[in-house]
């Protein structure tokens, strides 16, 4: 008790030096604008002129020397007021403030005479490069999401930025770091899971003002993250009602490629089972004949045991069951227990809805913001669920106390639930990208191995997996002067995450069909036949498909609470220097709540469902803080930015692992803690400096270098500091991985140097290389105790280098076209330090340490583009009707081959990885929009066609499954890769009328990824 009241005495002396400490901070979610005000006749400045946000009560007046500067600025398009005594006022309009920019406005001013009098309003000059910035980053507006073909998903827009990728879980990674290392926040808030480390990233597309995606060596004021972040302003209450509502509907069509996968065209499910015919059948593949496992019902039904009183000794021997009394009805009963299930006849159905302005009777000091986003998404098979479903919800309430001092709450909520292959909120199937999960893949093949009864009663993914975000963060803002404000935020976050089997396990109540002599119920995970009054699971009539068994299911009940407090403040001593420095600091409180729930099948004398629960709880309590400094140096061709950060966490000494173990009565002995990091040497108090600075150099108004370094720590996931993987094997307990709460925080160096150009005012041209040094990185090594007893525990002895390059071209608007293109090239090599077993046992202590070899994985080069074709005006009424405001994008992705492994001979693997090449992945996407204005409202329509080309991929991730389906396929990865050398083909290949029938008897054609699917949206905005 005196040890915690010690540690928590010093975590508050550590936070109170802080907050003395620090004296000025900077929040990255709004913009600057910069410049001066000069006489246009002298040259001289004008001291006191005064420059306004047309609309907003944002504004500065101008020094001696004519200079200004407006901090704290929304991003957004603005309408600039520039006004002096005896000078003609000027508005400048599409001012354009971006996230953490610095934008230069300079105005020339007339003086009032009776030739010019009045005012002028002008458009503002389009930046050419972005001459502060010293990282690579890419800018999403709102207008740039209206316009791609793609879903309705903030992830999708993301996932095409330069250097970023989204994989087969949805989530997204960038520049081949994992998906926890990428950190995000909307409004300055950040969204990470405690848990996992994975951002949340389900929210109102049309609540987003601007996304910013950086991918370089971000400045010191982000932590937690180590290759990338990626900001989200939504957009600001306003003083008028406005709003808008978005509805998209995708066709209802089949989502995979070949025929309906229960129907009679697929010869997996039915085709050879159906015939009645005495003779065995059999097929030319590759040159060879390969008979089939099954002769026919008549010849399969003599040679079966019609004695029914010695059905149980055959179902306890694993052998065939001869149900029925003939060979017609033993058919009957194969079909009932193998029933199709229908496809969904639903479409997918994506809504988003936004409504702002004042709130009555509060003289507009008072404004909301709401908005709501729903998705469904129908899965290609009927899993536990049909579907995967979505939705969330954010606001804000902006109270302008006065004009220096504003408070404002932010809310968001957000669900997400779906099918699952396992427990944990990143094992969500998303249906857009299931097809290229292996996971998900052997689920629907574990039916051609005979171990599952996945398509015919969706045990397949039946785990129901949900995941709930609430967040709520109250800000006060002041503005101290022109030059400097500052903010303050606190914040709360509950995550629960729920993965469960909401059906009930059996039903034996009601007896659906009588053939024959058998009785059949509608047990939903395990048909079972009833004969008299005994039940039997077991295989199916052929033993091809197991029946029965143990219907374990793994369960995660764990949840978790945050509390934040951060303060940013930033000031511009003058006009080189911007002094940012900020503190962060969270406590959070989660509570793990996770095991496995067993459902045994015996039989004693009746059919006997025994419940068997091996659990773990655990309270989890740990604290972060955080500190930087920085400063923003600009000078006329050189922009620097410096800053350090501090990252620190503390953990209360956590109680070791507790389970519930119904199979050994609790955890195994204390061995489990005498290998290296042991938890007796744990260090509860982890603290880290960071160094990070960037430059960039405007080498003219078109071009500019940049360079930034910078070192990157993140804590490790809670699931690695505390989350121990348990399965039992009912005899005795089978703890197969263990936490490890003293792991040092993850750590990455990174460089990167870049070049940006305007070419001709037709393009901007971004090149960047790019090199990050990873160590500390958290790997998992195996562990033999004196006992014998195997596991493994989570060490950071882990390393990656990671080399790069982007390529990122920008067309802005030219008459009738814009665009942009982007190319990504990069290699990745990993590996452990130390060794990957460890070994107690005196008979291993010859053979106890294998060192770890480095793998580096060839390139996978990408290239994604995307054209929209803007209508022309049209001086003719009706031709301008009819193509004003039509806009047309395509959206064009290529990904070179992937490399795999491949030889006859396993051990030439070994010496010669990544020796073969995939057919290279390339898909065409088109969105057709069309906006018709009705008075001060307008309706947008629109219509996409994804995979325009209806392009087949086979993906190379599956290719395993060639031998796990051998039996039943009759056809091998071997088989395969022969028959593509003998036809000259590449791996991948799948138009070739002979790989084409080799793979529908798979049914690989399944995994061919998503055919052309069509949507249709309308918009309606006020």
């Not at 709540?593 to 709880?617: A, M, N, Q």
């Not at 040092?744 to 901007?764: A, C, P, S, T």
């Not at 001060?936 to 993906?955: A, C, K, Q, V």
Request: net charge negative.
């Amino acid at each position: 008790m005196y040890k915690k009241c010690t540690n928590l005495f010093r975590l508050l002396q550590i936070f109170t030096f802080l907050l003395l400490l620090i004296t000025t901070t900077f929040a990255g979610i709004t913009g600057k604008l910069s410049g001066t005000i000069t006489d246009s006749k002298t040259g001289e400045a004008i001291p006191g002129a005064n420059i306004m946000l047309d609309g907003t009560t944002i504004g500065a007046a101008t020094d001696f020397e004519g200079f200004y500067t407006i901090l704290n600025i929304p991003p957004g398009e603005y309408k600039v007021k520039i006004s002096s005594i005896g000078f003609r006022t000027e508005y400048i309009e599409q001012v354009i403030i971006s996230i953490d920019r610095t934008t230069k406005l300079n105005v020339l001013l007339s003086d009032i005479s009776l030739e010019l009098e009045g005012e002028v309003v002008v458009v503002a000059d389009r930046e050419k490069i972005k001459t502060d910035v010293s990282f690579a980053q890419t800018s999403i507006t709102t207008k740039d999401m209206a316009t791609l073909p793609v879903s309705p998903d903030v992830r999708e827009v993301i996932a095409f930025a330069p250097g970023v990728y989204r994989n087969d879980k949805g989530q997204i990674e960038i520049r081949g770091g994992q998906m926890d290392e990428v950190g995000i926040y909307v409004d300055d808030i950040s969204m990470q899971n405690a848990r996992t480390g994975v951002g949340v990233l389900n929210m109102p597309q049309g609540a987003i003002q601007e996304i910013q995606v950086i991918r370089g060596g971000f400045n010191a004021e982000y932590g937690q993250a180590q290759s990338g972040i990626i900001n989200i302003v939504t957009k600001q209450s306003l003083t008028n009602y406005t709003g808008s509502i978005n509805i998209n509907v995708g066709a209802i069509q089949q989502k995979h490629f070949g025929p309906n996968i229960f129907s009679a065209e697929n010869y997996y499910h039915v085709g050879r089972f159906l015939s009645m015919d005495s003779v065995y059948k059999s097929m030319p593949w590759t040159g060879e004949e390969k008979s089939l496992l099954f002769q026919g019902w008549d010849n399969w039904w003599a040679d079966s045991t019609i004695d029914k009183n010695d059905t149980y000794n055959k179902l306890r021997e694993g052998e065939p069951l001869p149900y029925g009394t003939n060979a017609e009805e033993a058919l009957e009963i194969w079909k009932y227990r193998h029933r199709s299930q229908e496809y969904s006849d639903e479409p997918d159905l994506n809504i988003d809805a936004t409504l702002t302005g004042p709130v009555p009777f509060t003289s507009n000091k008072l404004s909301f913001f709401v908005a709501g986003h729903y998705n469904r998404s129908i899965y290609p098979f009927r899993f536990y669920r049909k579907d995967y479903s979505e939705y969330s919800g954010t606001w804000k309430l902006n109270y302008n106390i006065n004009k220096n001092n504003r408070l404002s709450y932010h809310g968001l909520l957000s669900n997400q639930e779906g099918a699952a292959s396992n427990a944990g909120s990143t094992n969500l199937a998303d249906p857009r990208h299931w097809v290229s999960s292996a996971i998900v893949a052997g689920q629907i093949f574990g039916a051609a191995s005979g171990n599952s009864t996945g398509m015919y009663n969706a045990q397949s993914l039946t785990k129901m997996n949900s995941l709930d975000v609430i967040n709520h963060a109250l800000k006060y803002n002041n503005v101290i002067s022109t030059n400097s404000f500052f903010e303050v935020v606190f914040s709360y976050n509950k995550t629960k995450e729920n993965t469960e089997i909401d059906l009930p396990f059996r039903d034996l109540s009601d007896i659906v069909k009588v053939i024959g002599g058998d009785s059949l119920d509608n047990a939903p995970y395990f048909p079972t036949i009833r004969v008299g009054d005994k039940f039997f699971g077991g295989a199916d009539i052929l033993g091809k498909h197991g029946m029965g068994g143990t219907a374990n299911q793994d369960y995660d009940y764990t949840s978790s609470e945050s509390f934040t407090f951060k303060a940013d403040y930033t000031n511009q001593l003058d006009k080189v220097h911007m002094i940012k420095t900020g503190i962060w600091f969270l406590r959070n409180r989660m509570k793990l709540d996770y095991g496995r729930k067993d459902l045994i099948h015996t039989y004693k004398g009746e059919l006997v469902d025994e419940l068997k629960k091996s659990w773990l709880e655990r309270d989890i309590t740990y604290y972060e803080f955080a500190a930087y400094f920085q400063d923003k140096i600009e000078f006329e061709g050189l922009v620097f930015n410096a800053g350090i950060r501090m990252d620190g966490s503390f953990n209360e000494e956590p109680d070791l692992p507790i389970f519930n173990d119904a199979y050994a009565g609790g955890l195994i002995e204390d061995t489990l803690y005498s290998f290296p990091d042991s938890v007796s040497s744990r260090n509860n108090w982890k603290i880290y400096i960071s160094p990070r600075i960037g430059v960039a150099h405007p080498i003219s108004e078109n071009s500019k270098l940049f360079f930034n370094y910078g070192y990157f720590y993140q804590r490790p996931t809670i699931t690695q500091l505390f989350y121990d993987s348990y399965r039992p094997n009912y005899s005795s307990s089978s703890l197969r991985r263990i936490s490890n709460s003293n792991l040092d925080f993850r750590k990455v160096i990174q460089y990167e140097l870049g070049f940006e150009q305007m070419v001709e005012n037709w393009f901007r041209i971004t090149i960047s290389g790019y090199y990050r040094d990873i160590t500390n990185e958290i790997a998992s090594t195996e562990l033999t105790d004196r006992t014998s007893y195997v596991y493994s525990r989570y060490f950071a002895n882990g390393f990656a280098n990671v080399r790069g390059f982007e390529i990122d071209i920008r067309v802005p608007r030219h008459w009738i076209f814009s665009g942009w293109a982007n190319f990504d090239y990069r290699t990745k090599t990993s590996g452990a330090y130390g060794y990957d077993r460890y070994s107690e046992l005196p008979s291993e202590l010859d053979r106890e340490e294998r060192e770890a070899r480095p793998i580096t994985t060839r390139a996978t080069p990408t290239l994604r583009a995307n054209l929209v074709i803007h209508s022309p005006e049209f001086e003719n009424n009706v031709l301008h009707a009819i193509f004003s405001k039509l806009n047309v994008s395509l959206l064009y992705q290529w990904e070179s081959g992937e490399w795999i492994t491949w030889n006859e001979n396993p051990q030439i693997n070994k010496t010669n990885p990544f020796n073969l090449k995939w057919k290279d992945f390339s898909r065409l996407d088109l969105r057709i929009m069309k906006t018709i204005d009705v008075g001060s409202s307008e309706i947008t329509f629109s219509f996409d066609i994804r995979n325009l080309l209806n392009t087949r991929y086979f993906n190379p991730g599956l290719i395993g499954f060639l031998s796990t389906a051998k039996n039943y396929t009759r056809f091998t990865d071997r088989d395969y890769f022969r028959t593509i050398k003998k036809l000259g083909l590449t791996p991948g290949d799948v138009e070739h009328p002979e790989i084409t029938n080799i793979l529908e008897q798979g049914p690989y054609w399944i995994f061919y990824g998503e055919p052309l699917q069509m949507w249709f949206g309308v918009e309606y905005a006020f």
